[in-house]
């Protein structure tokens, strides 16, 4: 079938006046029967830029030259959406801002994004951008920090030694997220070292409040003690041990609240 295409499409170049219309009908025949306009028209991530740049209609209305610039482009923008998806979830997706979307009409900027997208099993993400919004990751909205998502969770779920995947998405609910799985943990450690130690400190200050609180009352008992003591042995008069124990109680409430 590939063969009577191009030999019909010879056969016009011939037969055609305007050569010109003719090499337009080759490079339209090429790119739509390729292998990469295909598989680009099935690309859910770059659903919008397909429809856009390829087009069966907006092909049919560019020049030649911009049709050899399309049919340059297709290869790296197959191989574009590839590596973008497996980023996110496996790579250094988390590092792209704003100013790496790319011109999608321009080779030159594909190419460096290619370049500058890293893949790698040994790296992984948490991350709810599907392919259907895969070009998400470019956008300064979405939180591509483990920090910050980490702080968003509830103190509920913080505490616990172990947080799952399912968890993260529950509580970020729409909120777009993708960020390395270590950079996560090691803030989860981090902030559980911190709630040990901060666990610690309060239980050590309780205990010292505590000993000094039965440490005034034991001073208080003394000092009544030693005032009573004093009137059963006829040292105080039984009114000045009244107005004795009336000051020392005003003193004792002032002593146990402030002192």
């Known amino acids: 079938m590939k063969n009577e295409r191009e030999k019909l499409i010879s056969l016009l170049c011939f037969c055609s006046d305007d050569e010109t219309e003719a090499t337009k009908l080759q490079l339209l025949t090429s790119i739509m029967q390729s292998e990469d306009y295909d598989a680009l028209s099935k690309s859910v991530a770059l659903k ?3 429809e856009d740049l390829y087009n069966s209609t907006k092909l049919e209305e560019l020049s030649n030259s911009e049709l050899k610039n ?10 574009f959406n590839k590596q973008l998806v497996q980023s996110i979830y496996s790579g250094n997706g988390p590092e792209m801002t704003s100013e790496d979307m790319p011109d999608f009409t321009s080779l030159k900027s594909l190419t460096k994004l290619c370049n500058k997208l890293s893949l790698s099993h040994n790296i992984e993400n948490y ?12 956008s300064d909205t979405t939180i591509k920090s483990a920090q910050v998502c980490f702080d968003m969770l509830p103190i509920s779920i913080t505490k616990e030694e172990s947080i799952d995947e399912a968890s993260i998405k529950q509580y970020m609910g729409n909120t ?12 989860h450690n981090r902030f559980l070292d911190f ?9 050590k200050e309780k205990f010292r409040r505590r000993k000094h609180r039965l440490l005034k009352i034991a001073v208080v008992m003394v ?17 000045f041990t009244s107005m004795l124990i009336l000051v020392m109680l005003i003193m004792a409430i002032l002593f146990l609240l402030w002192g």
Not at 176 to 187: K, Q, V
């Open 48 to 50: 919008r830029q397909f």
């Open 70 to 79: 399309r049919s340059s482009l297709l290869h790296k923008l197959v191989s």
């Open 127 to 138: 991350s709810n951008i599907s392919e259907n919004n895969a070009l998400a990751i470019f």
């Open 176 to 187: 777009l997220y993708c960020f390395n799985i270590e950079e996560f943990h090691a803030c």
């Open 195 to 203: 709630s040990e130690k901060s666990e610690a400190i309060i239980a």
């Open 223 to 239: 000092c009544f003690g030693a005032i009573y003591a004093c009137s059963q042995f006829g040292l105080f008069s039984d009114n």
